[in-house]
T-cell receptor, first 117, second 113 residues
Framework: GAVVSQHPSWVICKSGTSVKIECRSLDFQATTMFWYRQFPKQSLMLMATSNEGSKATYEQGVEKDKFLINHASLTLSTLTVTSAHPEDSSFYIC?????????????FGSGTRLTVV | GESVGLHLPTLSVQEGDNSIINCAYSNSASDYFIWYKQESGKGPQFIIDIRSNMDKRQGQRVTVLLNKTVKHLSLQIAATQPGDSAVYFCAENIKNTGNQFYFGTGTSLTVIP
C-alpha cells in the first residue's frame, strides 16, 4: 500500500533556529500533500496544502513566512519552521493520497515531534 | 478551518462490547467523511469512509452511519479489542473546496480487558 515517510521523527532545536521536516511518498507520486499540526491531546489542524511546482495554499491564521513549504518534486514536500520558538513545539504530520488508491483515504506520515528549547 | 466536533471526549468500554464514537460537523457542504484511528505518537490510519449520498457503510468490524439532517456521523466498532484503544477522529472534505480534510476534535477510546 501507499507509504508516506517523514523525517526526522523527532527533533530538538534552540529557539531562533530553523528546522526542516521532510515528507516523502515512497511508492507513489503525489502532486498534492498536506501539512498538519497537532498539540497534545488535541486534534489535527490543517496548516497548508503543498502543491508540486507551485506555491502552497495556507489555511487562515497560518503564517506562510514562518512555515515555509516547498514541493519541488512529485515525491517530496518540505516544511521549514523558521525562527522557531517554544510555542512552535508540536507534532507535525503530513499526508498524501495515492491516486491509484481504490478509496479516497489519505495516507499519513508517522509525524515529526518538534521541541523548541 | 472548519469546525468539526467539540471537546475531546473519552470512552471506556469492556473488551468484547461494542463501541460507538460520535462526531458532529458544521458545514452542510461537506460531502465526504473519513474516520481515522491514531495511536500515541503515530500518524492517523484510515479506517473507513463514507460519501454524503450514503447513510451507512460497513467494513470489517466497523460501521459508519451518517445523518445529514443533524450533521452527525458515528463509528461503531463491534466486539471491541484492546488493540482498538486509540484516539479516533472524523475528518470532512467540503465539496468544491479542494482535496483537503478538516479533522474533528477526536475521541479517546480505552478498552478495558
Amino acid at each position: 500500500g501507499a507509504v508516506v515517510s517523514q523525517h526526522p521523527s523527532w527533533v530538538i532545536c534552540k529557539s531562533g533556529t530553523s528546522v526542516k521536516i521532510e515528507c516523502r511518498s515512497l511508492d507513489f507520486q503525489a502532486t498534492t500533500m498536506f501539512w498538519y499540526r497537532q498539540f497534545p491531546k488535541q486534534s489535527l489542524m490543517l496548516m497548508a496544502t503543498s502543491n508540486e511546482g507551485s506555491k502552497a495554499t495556507y489555511e487562515q491564521g497560518v503564517e506562510k513566512d514562518k512555515f515555509l513549504i516547498n514541493h519541488a518534486s512529485l515525491t517530496l514536500s518540505t516544511l521549514t519552521v523558521t525562527s522557531a520558538h517554544p510555542e512552535d513545539s508540536s507534532f507535525y504530520i503530513c499526508s498524501a493520497r495515492d491516486p491509484q488508491s481504490l478509496n479516497y483515504g489519505y495516507t499519513f506520515g508517522s509525524g515529526t515531534r518538534l521541541t523548541v528549547v | 478551518g472548519e469546525s468539526v466536533g467539540l471537546h475531546l471526549p473519552t470512552l471506556s468500554v469492556q473488551e468484547g462490547d461494542n463501541s460507538i464514537i460520535n462526531c458532529a460537523y458544521s458545514n452542510s457542504a461537506s460531502d465526504y467523511f473519513i474516520w481515522y484511528k491514531q495511536e500515541s505518537g503515530k500518524g492517523p490510519q484510515f479506517i473507513i469512509d463514507i460519501r454524503s449520498n450514503m447513510d451507512k457503510r460497513q467494513g470489517q468490524r466497523v460501521t459508519v452511519l451518517l445523518n445529514k439532517t443533524v450533521k452527525h456521523l458515528s463509528l461503531q466498532i463491534a466486539a471491541t479489542q484492546p488493540g482498538d484503544s486509540a484516539v479516533y477522529f472524523c475528518a470532512e472534505n467540503i465539496k468544491n473546496t479542494g482535496n483537503q480534510f478538516y479533522f474533528g476534535t477526536g475521541t479517546s477510546l480505552t478498552v478495558i480487558p
